[in-house]
């Protein structure tokens, strides 16, 4: 059983900044990408930013140049460095990984955590 926890969101002005962590925890065997995607109220969810296990990245056109992802892969987080927040990044954030090995890789998901910009 994996969990992941995320942290760090909140509510921010357009234009500020916020943070976000997640932790992974429990029987990991071995995580190759994580992530974090995004669900607005009345829409579906979309991945924002990926990074793999050999620390390469990927974004959502939406927030390049914006957002950075990172991660820790001694400690087993990840984390979103976003910038120039703006209305429409409001939503629930939620972490991801694929765990497992190669013939059997899952993706477990954080419970996700609420981000509020307000313009």
């Known amino acids: 059983q994996v969990q992941l926890v995320e942290s760090g969101g909140g509510l921010v002005q357009a234009g500020g900044s916020l943070r976000l962590s997640c932790a992974a925890s429990?029987?990991?065997?071995?995580?190759?990408?994580m992530g974090w995607s995004r669900q607005a109220p009345g829409k579906q969810r979309e991945l924002v930013a990926v990074?793999?296990?050999?620390?390469?990245?990927n974004y959502a056109d939406s927030v390049k140049g914006r957002f950075t992802i990172s991660r820790d892969t001694a400690k087993n987080t990840v984390s979103l460095q976003m910038n120039g927040l703006e209305s429409e990044d409001t939503a629930v954030y939620y972490c991801?990984?694929?765990?497992?090995?190669?013939?059997?890789?899952?993706?477990?998901w954080g419970r996700g955590t609420q981000v509020t910009v307000s313009s």
């Open positions: 991801y990984a694929d765990i497992g090995p190669f013939y059997r890789i899952t993706r477990s």
């Open positions: 429990g029987s990991i065997s071995g995580i190759h990408a």
């Open positions: 990074i793999t296990d050999s620390a390469g990245t």
